[in-house]
């Protein structure tokens, strides 16, 4: 995995949450890789990775870091989807149209919005109330990009 940086709970998060999900699976010791939303930072993160350890499938923390890790798999010769499978978060309108397609997990943006504004609107109308914790489900479009090799 590529994360997004390990100092926003966005990056943490979603590097802790597939870690946890991987091993309750039966897969530990695999890599993690932070990066900054950085296309050139995380193309680096996936030449060191690639070059080292073959992976099945690169997950990757955001949409900026999978532009940098596709970046990487190009320039080393990697087939998106045959060689390595790619998955990342942050599901993008053209993500379908990719050939081959990208497996992604996504968020309801605009239902969090309304929901941030909610609470921030609570907030000011109630300084001293209770902290909330929302969390939201996320989706997961499974696509060619993590179906394994071509027959």
Same mark, same amino acid.
């Given at each position: 995995? @590529?994360? =997004? ?5 966005? &990056? +943490?998060? /979603? %590097? ?8 309750? *699976? ?32 690169? @997950?990757? =923390? ?5 532009? &940098? +890790?596709? /970046? %990487? ?8 989807? *045959? ?69």
């Amino acid at each position: 995995m @590529i994360s =997004g940086p390990d100092a926003t709970s966005t &990056g +943490a998060g /979603r %590097a802790r949450v597939v870690a946890e999900e991987l091993e309750a *699976a039966g897969w530990s010791g695999f890599p993690v890789l932070s990066s900054a939303h950085d296309a050139s930072q995380s193309q680096e993160r996936a030449e060191f990775l690639l070059a080292d350890y073959r992976p099945d499938v690169l @997950i990757c =923390g955001g949409n900026v870091i999978t532009l &940098g +890790a596709l /970046r %990487a798999m190009k320039r080393l010769g990697v087939e998106v989807g *045959a060689d390595v499978g790619v998955a990342t978060f942050d599901d993008l309108p053209w993500f379908d149209l990719m050939s081959p397609a990208l497996t992604s997990i996504s968020n309801d943006i605009p239902r969090m919005a309304a929901e941030t504004v909610r609470l921030l609107l609570q907030r000011i109308e109630n300084p001293d109330g209770a902290v909330q914790k929302v969390v939201h489900e996320a989706s997961l479009s499974l696509r060619e990009s993590t179906r394994g090799p071509r027959p």
